[in-house]
């Protein structure tokens, strides 16, 4: 259950609340598609946790947590500087909405509703 709980929190820590006003926020559901690897965290995120965001708004987690690997599957949208998504977990679904603070074509930082950041590096 531990391992469930890090990644809805890792899932939140995905969607971010923030502005990336300096940014063209307009490319950024172009820019998000892709694997991203979280390098860095303030959250319950696992580092190292794989992230892949798909051009039909399909939104895969996975990481390997205690020698153990787990996957979460869901949707997500982009609108401006929000990321909005759904995970089906085992026992419930999770819906959140964070702030995109920067996305470039190789990092993804993210802030959750309590201000905590995650930062993401492309996968190539």
Do not use: C, N
């Amino acid at each position: 259950m531990r391992t469930l709980s890090a990644l809805v929190l890792g899932a939140a820590a995905l969607g971010l609340v923030g502005s990336a006003a300096a940014q063209d926020t307009d490319d950024f559901a172009k820019k998000i598609v892709g694997k991203w690897k979280v390098t860095e965290t303030k959250t319950d995120a696992p580092v190292g946790m794989l992230v892949e965001f798909t051009k039909d708004g399909k939104l895969t987690l996975s990481a390997t947590v205690e020698g153990k690997e787990h996957k979460a599957e869901g949707t997500y949208s982009v609108e401006k500087d929000r990321l909005k998504y759904k995970l089906r977990l085992a026992d419930r679904t999770v819906e959140e909405t964070e702030a995109i603070k920067k996305l470039t074509d190789d990092v993804l930082e993210l802030e959750d509703k309590d201000k905590k950041g995650t930062t993401l590096r492309r996968e190539k």
